[in-house]
T-cell receptor, first 114, second 116 residues
Framework: DTEVTQTPKHLVMGMTNKKSLKCEQH?????MYWYKQKAKKPPELMFVYSYEKLSINESVPSRFSPECPNSSLLNLHLHALQPEDSALYLC?????????????FGEGSWLTVV | AQTVTQSQPEMSVQEAETVTLSCTYD???????LFWYKQPPSRQMILVIRQEAYKQQNATENRFSVNFQKAAKSFSLKISDSQLGDTAMYFC?????????????FGKGTKLSVKP
């Protein structure tokens, strides 16, 4: 069983909708991540939060807005998305210090933009 | 910059047999970590095995073992006694030492099919 939980598992949204992806981890990790994975491709890093502060934004468009309410939760707010944003969105976590050498992934949220 | 190369886009193996997946990488770092992740059709990315570059001993996890050749920058995964549940995409990944910061560099993946 995964200790990184993502909801919803599947989401279909229109280009004018506002929705959110949610992630929760129960491993006491202080670093959390959002990755985007297109079909038949490896995951690509989007955002990194370290101790609840955004530390890396890999030039992601502003229609994706991350939020880290506390050390266990990570959200990804979605607004005015494009069909090409359809993908699997993976949340992950790790230790935030030098022990953070293993990243654990959730099951992912499938997003379809219509 | 680091790169990870998986030269086998697809492989197949008969159930109960052994298969080896190849991975090479390029880096100027001396301390780093290497990983194999498995992604079955359910799409969850599952950690299979991890290797610290400073350890000469090859990592093993039950039926999974690696052949880590630091000088050759090679990191292959051997799956013994293959099972139907091993069918998945396998990604080799690299991470610099000194905190993760999400800095996993993935290869393009090898799709493994285990046939009954």
């Amino acid at each position: 069983d995964t200790e990184v939980t993502q909801t919803p598992k599947h989401l279909v949204m229109g280009m004018t909708n506002k929705k959110s992806l949610k992630c929760e981890q129960h491993m006491g990790h202080r670093a959390m991540y959002w990755y985007k994975q297109k079909a038949k491709k490896p995951p690509e890093l989007m955002f990194v939060y370290s101790y609840e502060k955004l530390s890396i934004n890999e030039s992601v468009p502003s229609r994706f807005s991350p939020e880290c309410p506390n050390s266990s939760l990570l959200n990804l707010h979605l607004h005015a998305l494009q069909p090409e944003d359809s993908a699997l969105y993976l949340c992950a976590s790790s230790q935030a210090d030098s022990r953070g050498n293993t990243i654990y992934f959730g099951e992912g949220s499938w997003l379809t933009v219509v | 910059a680091q790169t990870v190369t998986q030269s086998q886009p697809e492989m197949s193996v008969q159930e109960a047999e052994t298969v080896t997946l190849s991975c090479t990488y390029d880096t100027s770092e001396n301390n780093y970590y290497l990983f194999w992740y498995k992604q079955p059709p359910s799409r969850q990315m599952i950690l299979v095995i991890r290797q610290e570059a400073y350890k000469q001993q090859n990592a093993t996890e039950n039926r999974f073992s690696v052949n880590f050749q630091k000088a050759a920058k090679s990191f292959s995964l051997k799956i013994s006694d293959s099972q139907l549940g091993d069918t998945a995409m396998y990604f080799c990944a690299f991470m610099k030492y000194g905190g993760s910061q999400g800095n996993l560099i993935f290869g393009k993946g090898t799709k493994l099919s285990v046939k009954p």
